[in-house]
């Protein structure tokens, strides 16, 4: 039972590349999502799939795409990178993003740079 | 909209020394609280929880009382060890919305 599991753990980009973070969990999760932690800032929303086949914009959306692949997957692209994007991501997810007792676990996190 | 706002740190004590945490949030429901810590290198931990007013959460000698009448709740430990050192997020979730304090991060010296 691995719990959350991202990849990569460490990427470097070139302004203007693209990429895409993968984000897996084996906990039956109906919710998943993505953060990103900045120095100060704690962790804000990018965004979250409150179940399989829904996908919807956090507090941070712009310069990224989800998808939600099936119930266990859930990945991050970006599709130009900017040095803005340079910051450490976080996929968690949720038995039930609505619930009253909403427990988030999450992965252990990918540092990108972008250059 | 709903926050949380935590002690901003970094705050460094000596082994054994008491621990205190200030947090405070601003909902219109009724939020569960909750208090994450993050290892160096790994991502966040679930160390405590209430669900509702008085509810005292507790885990590996933190505690925290869900206060609704000052809106708070402040995490604790009576002794702490070097092996405590890491970064600490209180967060709220109501109605779905998980929101997080900017993290206070605790050196723990021998």
């Known amino acids: 039972n691995a719990g959350v599991t991202q990849t990569p753990k460490f990427q470097v980009l070139k302004t203007g590349q693209s990429m895409t973070l993968q984000c897996a969990q084996d906990m039956n999760h109906n919710s998943m999502y993505w953060y990103r932690q900045d120095p100060g800032m704690g962790l804000r929303l990018i965004y979250y799939?409150?179940?399989?086949?829904?996908?919807d914009k956090g507090e941070v959306p712009n310069g990224y795409n989800v998808s939600r692949l099936n119930k266990r997957e859930f990945s991050l692209r970006l599709e130009s990178a900017a040095p803005s994007q340079t910051s450490v991501y976080f996929c968690?997810?949720?038995?039930?993003?609505?619930?009253?007792?909403?427990?988030?676990?999450f992965g252990p996190g990918t540092r990108l740079t972008v250059l | 909209g709903d926050s949380v706002t935590q002690m901003e740190g970094p705050v460094t004590l000596s082994e054994e020394a008491f621990l205190t945490i200030n947090c405070t949030y601003t909902a219109t429901g009724y939020p569960s609280l909750f208090w994450y810590v993050q290892y160096p290198g790994e991502g966040l931990q679930l160390l405590l929880k209430a669900t509702k007013a008085d509810d005292k959460g507790s885990n590996k000698g933190f505690e925290a009382t869900y206060r609704k009448e000052t809106t708070s709740f402040h995490l604790e430990k009576g002794s702490v060890q070097v092996s405590d050192s890491a970064v600490y997020f209180c967060a709220l979730s109501d109605r779905g919305d998980m929101r997080f304090g900017a993290g206070t991060r605790l050196t723990v010296k021998p």
């Open positions: 799939s409150a179940s399989e086949g829904t996908t």
């Open positions: 968690a997810s949720s038995a039930n993003r609505y619930s009253s007792y909403n427990e988030q676990f």
